[in-house]
């Protein structure tokens, strides 16, 4: 039975949003900006719907830092904006931190969203490979665990689908994905050899 047939209204659904943020520093106080970018980590990961973070640089002497952070949703990441302790934490960084741009981006794709100049995501086969590299171990985890569980076996091959999907759709979604992206940055960032070929030929 729908929620319209029994005259009940479906929750919204949430719908997680990238925030890409590109900051100019100071390099000659990296050591403040890392433990300032650090503490603003720590702050959101308090927050409610917080999904994860991450940063990097273009290269060691850039003052471009390109940083992405993830929430569960608009209202999760209007809280976080709104809040008193992000605003303290941007006071504190003003002497040697200064906004170049800001983008918000929704859904999944949110995460290949690249932190590098012009804020172009890497091509699609790279994004693969980076879903897949979490998806291939959680996946091969949880069909070497599924079966000894009391029942399992006794399921349609639709009820398992459906099982496995809601069990798997939201651990890649929250943790897996996160940390595979964070992790992968500065490959997923790279820019591709038909584009350093463009740069040079312009140079």
Avoid: C
């Avoid at 929750?11 to 943020?21: A, E, K």
């Avoid at 590109?22 to 300032?36: A, C, I, M, Q």
């Avoid at 998806?135 to 000894?148: D, I, T």
């Avoid at 994905?177 to 740069?199: D, E, F, H």
Wanted: net charge positive; hydrophobic share 45%; proline share 9%.
């Amino acid at each position: 039975m729908t929620p319209q047939e029994t005259g009940t209204i479906a929750p919204p659904m949430r719908v997680p949003v990238t925030v890409s943020i590109t900051r100019r520093v100071d390099r000659t106080r990296l050591p403040e900006v890392t433990r300032w970018v650090q503490s603003g980590v720590n702050l959101a990961n308090r927050r409610e719907g917080f999904l994860g973070s991450g940063w990097v640089r273009s290269h060691a002497a850039s003052d471009e830092w390109h940083m992405l952070y993830r929430f569960a949703d608009e209202r999760s990441l209007a809280g976080w904006e709104r809040s008193a302790e992000r605003h303290e934490w941007l006071r504190a960084g003003e002497a040697f931190v200064e906004v170049a741009r800001i983008e918000k981006r929704t859904g999944i794709e949110g995460w290949f969203d690249s932190p590098r100049p012009g804020g172009a995501p890497p091509p699609r086969w790279k994004q693969a490979v980076g879903i897949w590299l979490g998806f291939f171990p959680v996946s091969l985890v949880f069909n070497l665990v599924a079966p000894h569980v009391p029942g399992w076996n006794a399921l349609s091959v639709p009820l398992a689908v459906l099982v496995t999907t809601l069990i798997l759709t939201p651990i890649m979604t929250y943790f897996v994905l996160p940390y595979v992206t964070s992790t992968l940055q500065p490959w997923l960032s790279a820019p591709s050899a038909a584009s350093r070929s463009a740069g040079t030929a312009a140079r």
